[in-house]
């Protein structure tokens, strides 16, 4: 079957009320963002619908890109036929006899937004339904369980047929809620907590540690790759990657062995803070489950969080291993976190950290450290801008001076 557009539709964004058009717009520039390499497709918005006018492009191939759309419900390919009762029912036909594997049972929904169209809704789905009856044999009417339903929607643009319905992600337009800093390890669940923050509309850019040559260029390679996946739900994602080993080394000759980590993190909270600031980022999102290691109880959090002004968002604070790794399945991310190539935080972890840090004893722990470091760090942060079909590889950026840096 040949189709003439994806109808889109929208949850959330309908209840926004005078602010419902800003939401909507956003969305159709995300979706425009994820088929720009598709050649004519026109995105174009009506009250309570957005329609991709394929103009000839395959719809399986359009809405397997735009099901990475956050704000999207679900989706359909559509032929449109003119607000002509005869060229509804023939082109009604012409649906249900395409369809496969056929069905031996049936149902027609018909919704008319367009009040001027000359037919009621139930008097669309009797003449088209007595249509389709007459040139199909063998075919029957269940309203309570059809195999198929046909769907009539008829509107001031014309009258869109349909009868299939595709899941999209749901949540809300990526960029509408503000941007946000995801501190992203090479683990599990801090992709979980950018992709949990893009549904919810936050514009997120993530923050990476790195201790190179201690860990190798390949645990580089690994956060590369996962912020690829992540790009696929917003079109692109930028990396900041921090130099962090001196750091780290500074760490190891003054702070107690169970206070490292604490510090450790600590430390991320000023140098995250501070890049957000240049990013105008108005909070940072973190992977932490709570309870799930030593620096992740509430303890911790909060001796950590001391350190910095800047709100940080916990999506996954709630949630059980299990539970985060059945989304890290399902966004794709999974298999590429569990790759053996350790990070700063694996590297460095004593054997007995610190499970319930006070503020008073980690600023104790901090005092012979050198902070200017922290600024040093930042000034060789490197920053790079990674789409879904990145070939960007870390040695590029580790023993290379041509990409952007602050």
């Known amino acids: 079957m040949k189709y003439d557009y994806i109808l889109v539709r929208y949850g959330e964004i309908a209840l926004k009320g005078k602010n419902r058009h800003r939401f909507e717009d956003k969305l159709v520039q995300n979706i425009r963002n994820v088929l720009k390499s598709f050649e004519n497709i026109k995105v174009l918005k009506t009250y309570g619908r957005i329609f991709v006018d394929l103009n000839g492009n395959d719809s399986v191939q359009i809405m397997s890109q735009m099901k990475n759309v956050f704000g999207i419900v679900s989706m359909s390919p559509v032929v449109k036929a003119e607000l002509d009762i005869e060229e509804v029912k023939a082109m009604a036909l012409t649906i249900m006899k395409e369809l496969d594997p056929f069905p031996t049972t049936y149902k027609i929904e018909t919704k008319r937004p367009n009040k001027f169209f000359p037919l009621s809704s139930p008097e669309v789905t009797q003449e088209v339904g007595a249509h389709i009856l007459s040139n199909i044999e063998g075919l029957k009417v269940d309203v309570h369980h059809p195999e198929k339903t046909l769907r009539i929607e008829i509107r001031h643009e014309g009258v869109f047929l349909f009868s299939q ?10 960029g509408t809620s ?14 979980v907590a950018a992709w949990s923050a893009l549904k919810r509309g936050l514009a997120v850019e993530g923050i990476h ?3 190179h040559p201690i860990t190798t260029e390949e645990s580089v390679q690994k956060v590369i790759d996962l912020a690829k996946i992540v790009a ?17 080394r500074d760490i190891k000759e003054h702070v107690p062995d169970a206070y490292h980590i604490t510090i450790m993190r600590r430390m991320f909270y000023r140098i995250a803070e501070k890049i957000a600031e240049r990013q105008q980022a108005l909070a940072l999102i973190t992977g932490e489950s709570l309870g799930q290691v030593a620096s992740q109880t509430l303890e911790s959090m909060y001796t950590i969080n001391h350190v910095i002004h800047t709100p940080v968002i916990r999506p996954l604070v709630t949630m059980d291993k299990l539970e985060i790794i059945d989304i890290a399945q399902k966004i794709g991310t999974f298999e590429t976190s569990i790759l053996p190539h350790e990070d700063c935080c694996t590297v460095f972890v004593p054997k007995n950290p610190v499970t319930r840090p006070t503020i008073r004893r980690a600023e104790f722990a901090e005092q012979k450290m050198n902070f200017d470091l922290i600024d040093e760090a930042i000034k060789r942060t490197r920053t790079i801008t990674i789409t879904p079909n990145s070939t960007i590889q870390a040695k590029d950026i580790l023993f290379t001076d041509v990409l952007e840096a602050f």
């Open 178 to 191: 503000g941007k946000g800093l995801v501190l992203l390890s090479g683990g599990i669940d801090s992709p």
């Open 209 to 211: 540690f790195h201790t």
């Open 165 to 174: 319905m595709v899941k999209g992600m749901g949540g809300m337009p990526a």
């Open 232 to 248: 696929r739900f917003s079109g692109n994602f930028r990396l900041h990657l921090v130099p962090f080993l001196e750091i780290q």
